[in-house]
């Protein structure tokens, strides 16, 4: 059985708030809106990835999931985590559930394989954000409990539930999954073309065990 990958965005009028001193709103709406259509192409390219829902509690989200043939779900208004676990239950039990972050400009299907690829029976598969601290992608096996805690400080919360559900953590590092856009600094870096051979091949996953 293929994974259902789960894309959570937030409220365009809410995205990209720490490019507020070089963007204006319309501007970073437009941004994560280019940035999320990059992430669900490569999700839709990866073999592995049987089925991809956004999870957004913005209609103009679900305007471009029609538009451009991408599932919305609207998002019920209670959080971030809520909305999650909202489209998880959704699924058949049985299926594995990718949550994968909408801000990933460099990810492509060979990255999405990669982390598939570390999944396991009782294992947790996360991708850290660049600053270590955060947490881009998330794979959760079907039958087993785990609570997502995305946000400040999640990838500690997220072994830290691991743990608790007596469940391995591995660690996939990968440019692709790491480089999120936050700050302006990151929007510099965007601007920069990706070098070609990374593009070409992507460097091997590093794990971290846990």
Known sequence: MGVLAIVPQSHLRAAKTR????????????????????????????????????VSPDPAVRVWGDRNGYAVTLDPGYGLNAALAYA???????????????????????????LLRARREGRVVLAPSKDGAGTNALALPGR??????????????????????????????????????????????????VPAAAARRPPGPRYNQG
């Open 144 to 193: 087993r409990q785990f609570t997502p805690a995305f946000g400040a400080g999640s990838r500690v919360a997220h072994r830290r539930e691991a743990a608790l559900r007596g469940l391995e953590v591995i660690e996939v590092v990968r440019p692709g999954l790491a480089f999120d856009v936050d700050t302006p600094d990151d929007l510099q870096a965007l601007s920069r073309t």
């Open 88 to 114: 998880r239950g959704a699924r058949d039990p049985r299926q594995d559930v990718l949550i994968m972050a909408a801000d990933l400009p460099w990810l492509r299907p060979a990255d999405v394989t990669a």
């Open 19 to 54: 490019l507020a001193a070089v963007l204006a709103p319309d501007a970073r709406a437009a941004l994560a809106l280019r940035l999320l259509g990059r992430v669900c192409a490569a999700l839709r390219a990866t073999p592995d990835v049987a089925g991809l829902t956004v």
